[in-house]
């Protein structure tokens, strides 16, 4: 199983409201959830996490995929929903996608996350102001790590 087919589950996942998926196959097994608070697990005897955490959908308590509200100040992370490459723009010679003020809504495409040669777009799934960028162009981002701030509206 590739990180194509892992992502068409993901969306019938979130298609169907599907909040628990299993698949075990000989020496692979996959196990994806959503909504929950405990963390996807992966399993193919070898062959590394990447691929799940790549794919996985980030498990938030808020009910929003991707976000978690931020305690002291009322605004909202959006965390990276996984391991890769984080950039600010489509391409070097284009504009970010973002910056500190820009309004976004929940289909926004903040910015881009490269994970095994694969460019993931990453959307706000929020409606709000950009309050903070947490992460330079161009560094290495882990799963769940938080690379903006919005505050909601």
């Given at each position: 199983?590739?990180?194509k087919?892992?992502?068409a589950?993901?969306?019938?996942?979130?298609?169907?409201?599907?909040?628990?998926?299993?698949?075990?196959?000989?020496?692979?097994?996959i196990?994806?959830?959503?909504?929950?608070?405990?963390?996807?697990?992966?399993?193919?005897?070898?062959n590394?996490?990447?691929?799940?955490?790549?794919?996985?959908?980030?498990?938030?308590?808020?009910?929003?995929?991707?976000?978690?509200?931020?305690?002291?100040?009322?605004?909202?992370?959006?965390?990276?929903?996984?391991?890769?490459?984080?950039?600010?723009?489509?391409?070097p010679?284009?504009?970010?996608?973002?910056?500190?003020?820009?309004?976004?809504?929940?289909?926004s495409?903040?910015?881009?996350?490269?994970?095994?040669?694969?460019?993931?777009?990453?959307?706000?799934?929020?409606?709000?102001?950009?309050?903070?960028?947490?992460?330079?162009?161009?560094?290495?981002?882990?799963?769940g790590?938080?690379?903006?701030?919005?505050?909601?509206?």
């Amino acid at each position: 199983m590739d990180l194509k087919d892992i992502k068409a589950i993901i969306d019938l996942m979130k298609k169907n409201s599907i909040s628990e998926f299993e698949l075990e196959r000989q020496d692979f097994k996959i196990r994806l959830r959503r909504g929950g608070i405990s963390p996807q697990s992966y399993d193919d005897s070898g062959n590394g996490n990447v691929a799940a955490q790549a794919a996985a959908p980030i498990p938030v308590a808020t009910g929003n995929p991707g976000t978690t509200a931020a305690a002291a100040t009322g605004d909202v992370e959006i965390k990276s929903p996984m391991i890769g490459t984080f950039y600010r723009a489509p391409s070097p010679e284009s504009a970010n996608y973002i910056e500190i003020g820009s309004e976004v809504n929940p289909d926004s495409v903040v910015c881009i996350i490269e994970a095994m040669k694969v460019m993931n777009e990453i959307k706000a799934e929020v409606r709000g102001v950009v309050t903070a960028i947490l992460i330079d162009n161009a560094k290495p981002v882990e799963f769940g790590q938080p690379i903006f701030k919005i505050k909601p509206l």
